[in-house]
């Protein structure tokens, strides 16, 4: 067994440079490519990355490179390994009951009357994991050995590459009971039926060459879970007392990211595993436990959520620590596998030279671990060029101009309650039925349409100049007036302009607020084969001019109908940027929220009655420890009220949350105060309307009836028996019929006849609530 190396990271970005992966991926479920073309494809992505990793000083041989490759996401990998899937794709497997690449799309996407797992967001990040449905009768067999081939893939190449797989708790822990289980049923109680897969699926890793394993359990670390933190734990325990007790086995290195261990450090460190993976970015080094002697401690003293340089001196200051608590090594690591940030920082060519000397993207990252790792080896003299250039870098970023504005902050300074307060909501919504004189069920959109290639061509020719400000700009109306029309022909009540001036419902604001910057290649997997950009917010935040108000009142101009103007909530737009790290994020999220206010009352002055501001990451940064969350709560929602306060009463808020269990926050929604709140509830197939229901919320809400994230195309008798459950548990007069989210991802095909049929459904339950009524 070889000693773990001395410094590594916790996974890499596996979409490609350039996307490659998602345009693969892509043009397969487009059948312009065959399977076999797919798979070569994926494999250059891997060779590439093991000798990108390689390159940057992390080891070929002593299993310092990651084997953490994914073709839709980690969670529906390991589902797919220990084969299980729902009841209603059994049909997919092979006649050697293995499960396929097609058939592992097929259980991601759906097809047919087949609906896909559900999707949520992997702890307090913005990445899409599927969760596993597991029920009694869930049979657990070793199902896919692809994770073994890519270890054996890299050995043929020289490497010796350590394999990354969802760890068994938490593989329980994210899953939820399947429609056959009984009530109450907890898929953790199946753990025992699992770990002797895991046993198997271990001993082929050891035979193909790898001699450490990495099992991912941030479950650990997470109180926000169904399950507590003492019955993770003991879980921990049984998993691993069996794990680490197999002959044939790679070394276990049980990574635990996204907070700290606490208390289940000392379940891992009584464990016969070789290495405990610990976050060292959101938690502090602990108290030394029993049982670390024969353990190595990995820690995560890199950012892997976030871009920026840091301090690395404190990050080997850190390790020195950790070497005080007498285990029997220390390795540096990044704090979370780097799927969540850009490649590399040099394929940005636009960004100013003093932003970039702060940043660093996973490349750098692993260049600064391999750096920390020198320093583990050879002492701190030997890396004190690194360090004092990093602490320089910091020392700088602090003390630019941009960075700190007085302005802005005589602004957050002068703030009182009445600022966050707005009218009393009886007497907004009777203000709101006199203006707006919506019928029971008011349809909607959430904001976006289809991005269509034309859209996308066309702001790439503008980009280049290929075409001029005047024709670009008369591209977008030509494309609102298709837009609006399609709505009044449908038969919507309460209209969207589409959007197709915007990029991204984040980059777009950031592109248009002081602050801010964006990327030409920073690309981040949001979920499958859909990425991101995040923007990099690195100063103080203004708004110098309305940003969204032409188009909206253009809009408006088409139509009698009402026009929603849409914003982006200041915490989504924290959330889903790289933000700064050198404040407090309720300050941050204030000066966004006053930029948003002032926009707000700049659409209200040009005639826009409603306001959507999307919150959809609202619950995505809960903090994952119970004791964090009520300040997070506190400063989020306030934030979101300080952005729309100033609106009048006969002005209808909307908002928008996307994926995530609302009943842990259903207190924080009903807080924001919006008058009208959308969410998402298809996929579910409408569960959350029973926390709603439970709760009491008595503001409008509307709980999503077509998941957009999935080609499928809801049948009418689908979406009625979801508004039919809706409307059986909560009154008629709070409810909104809408999709689950935005439509750009969606071809104008499936969006007009999921549209049809979400109409007519709309318009049968319509009928009989007027007749009850």
């Known amino acids: 067994m070889t000693a773990f190396p001395e410094g590594t990271v916790l996974g890499y970005p596996r979409i490609g440079r350039r996307r490659e992966l998602k345009k693969a991926v892509e043009a397969f479920w487009a059948g312009r490519i065959d399977e076999a073309e797919l798979e ?51 049909d997919l497997r092979a006649e050697d009951g293995t499960i396929g690449l097609p058939a592992y799309f097929t259980i991601a996407r759906g097809e047919g009357d087949r609906a896909p797992l559900e999707m949520t967001k992997w702890f307090d990040t913005n990445y899409h994991y ?18 073994v081939r890519q270890v054996q893939e890299a050995a043929d190449a020289g490497f010796r590459t ?46 193909a060459g790898a001699e450490w394993v990495q099992l991912d359990e941030p479950a650990l670390v997470s109180e926000s879970l169904p399950a507590s933190v003492a019955e993770l734990g003991a879980a921990a325990a049984r998993a691993y007392a069996v794990l680490g007790g197999l002959a044939e086995r790679p070394a276990i290195f049980v990574a635990a990211p996204y907070a700290a261990l606490d208390a289940n450090l000392s379940v891992l460190a009584a464990a016969p595993i070789e ?5 060292l970015v959101r938690g502090t080094v602990p108290a030394a436990v029993p049982g670390l002697a ?81 320093g583990l080896a050879e002492g701190r003299a030997a890396i004190g060029a690194e360090l004092d250039a990093a602490s320089a870098a910091l020392a700088d970023r602090l003390s630019a101009p941009g960075v700190r504005v007085d302005a802005v902050r ?6 009182t309650e009445a600022d966050f307060t707005r009218g009393d909501y009886d007497a907004r919504v009777a203000a709101q039925s006199i203006a707006l004189d919506l019928p029971a069920l008011p349809l909607t959109t959430i904001g976006s349409f289809p991005q269509t290639g034309e859209i996308r061509r066309a702001r790439a020719q503008f980009t280049k100049g290929e075409i001029t400000a005047e024709e670009y700009d008369g591209f977008l109306r030509d494309e609102i007036g298709r837009v609006v029309a399609l709505q009044e022909e449908l038969g919507l009540d309460v209209l969207v302009h589409g959007e197709p001036e915007r990029n991204d419902m984040v980059q777009y604001f950031a592109e248009n607020l002081d602050g801010f910057d964006v990327t030409e290649n920073g690309w981040v997997q949001s979920y499958g084969s859909r990425a991101t950009r995040p ?53 941050t999220a204030n000066q966004v929220a006053l930029a948003l206010r002032d926009e707000i009352a700049d659409l209200e002055a040009a005639g826009i009655g409603v306001i959507q501001v999307d919150e959809p990451a609202l619950r ?154």
């Not at 310092?64 to 589902?79: H, R, W």
């Open 410 to 415: 005589a602004r957050t300074a002068a703030l």
């Open 620 to 773: 995505e940064l809960l903090p994952l420890k119970k004791a964090d969350q009520p300040a997070y709560l506190d400063w989020s929602v306030a934030s979101f009220r300080l952005s729309t306060a100033g609106a009048e009463i006969a002005t209808q808020v909307h908002t928008h949350l996307c994926y995530s269990e609302f009943g842990v926050v259903i207190d924080a929604i009903r807080a924001l105060d919006a008058d009208v709140t959308s969410i998402e509830a298809a996929r579910s197939r409408m569960e959350v309307v029973t926390d709603i229901a439970a709760a009491g919320f008595d503001h409008g809400i509307g709980p999503g009836v077509y998941d957009i994230h999935s080609p499928r195309v809801p049948e009418t008798a689908e979406v009625e028996t979801l508004l039919r459950r809706a409307v059986a548990e909560i009154p008629t007069r709070q409810l909104w019929v809408n999709p689950d989210c935005g439509l750009k991802t969606r071809g104008y095909e499936e969006t007009n006849a999921s549209l049809r049929n979400i109409v007519e459904a709309t318009r049968r339950v319509r009928e009989d609530v007027s007749v009850a009524v």
């Open 275 to 279: 290495a405990i993976g610990l976050d």
């Open 40 to 90: 070569r494809t994926a494999a250059e992505l891997r060779a590439a990355t093991r000798e990108r990793l390689a390159a940057q000083g992390l080891g070929e041989n002593d299993s310092a490179i990651p084997e953490s490759f994914s073709y839709y996401d980690q969670v529906l990998d390991a589902a797919v390994t220990v084969g299980a899937i729902p009841a209603r794709f059994e």
């Open 535 to 587: 923007s990099i917010l690195w100063g103080d935040v203004s708004r110098p001019a309305p940003i969204t108000v032409a188009w909206s009142q253009y809009a408006q101009s088409l139509t009698a109908k009402p026009m929603k103007g849409m914003l982006t909530g200041p915490v989504t737009i924290l959330a889903w940027s790289f933000v700064r790290d050198d404040q407090p994020l309720a300050e």
């Open 294 to 374: 024969d353990k190595v401690l990995v820690g995560g003293v890199i950012d892997g959520h976030n871009i920026w340089r840091g301090d690395l001196a404190a990050a080997f200051d850190t390790l020195e620590v950790l070497r005080g608590l007498g285990a029997a090594g220390v390795s540096a690591s990044t704090s979370t596998s780097l799927q969540h940030v850009p490649h590399d920082v040099e394929d940005e060519s636009k960004l100013d030279a003093r932003l970039v000397s702060w940043l660093a993207f996973a490349d750098q990252k692993v260049a600064q671990i391999t750096t920390l790792a020198r």
């Open 162 to 207: 350590r394999p990354v797989v969802v760890g068994p708790v938490t593989f329980l822990a994210l899953a939820k009971a399947a429609d056959e289980a009984p009530e109450g049923f907890d898929p953790l109680s199946r753990l025992d039926d699992l770990v002797p897969v895991y046993a198997e699926l271990l001993g082929a890793l050891k035979a």
């Open 130 to 147: 599927l969760v596993p449905e597991i029920g009694p009768e869930t049979v657990f067999s070793l199902s896919s050995d692809r994770i």
